[in-house]
């Protein structure tokens, strides 16, 4: 994962949200079929894929998948 469509396409393919790059700058409560579930999912996924913890505090605090986006790259 060194994008953020990259990010995008785990999400898209992980989660089967139906994102976009442009959905990774809205809030979470405007990405099509987002839910608090997701965030658990999501995080064991960032995990899995780049063999790097990112703390769940971090990223309950994220606002957009870009945020998330930068927890996960920037550990």
Same mark, same amino acid.
């Given at each position: ?11 898209? =393919? ?14 979470? =409560? ?43 790259? =920037?550990?």
């Amino acid at each position: 994962m060194n994008t953020i469509d990259d990010f995008v396409a785990l999400v898209r =393919d992980h989660l089967g949200l139906p994102v976009t790059a442009e959905d990774a700058e809205r809030t979470l =409560d405007q990405v099509p079929g987002w839910d608090s579930m997701h965030l658990l999912w999501l995080l064991t996924t960032i995990e899995r894929e780049t063999g790097r913890s990112v703390p769940l505090p971090d990223l309950l605090q994220a606002t957009s998948l870009h945020e998330m986006y930068l927890l996960a790259v =920037d550990r």
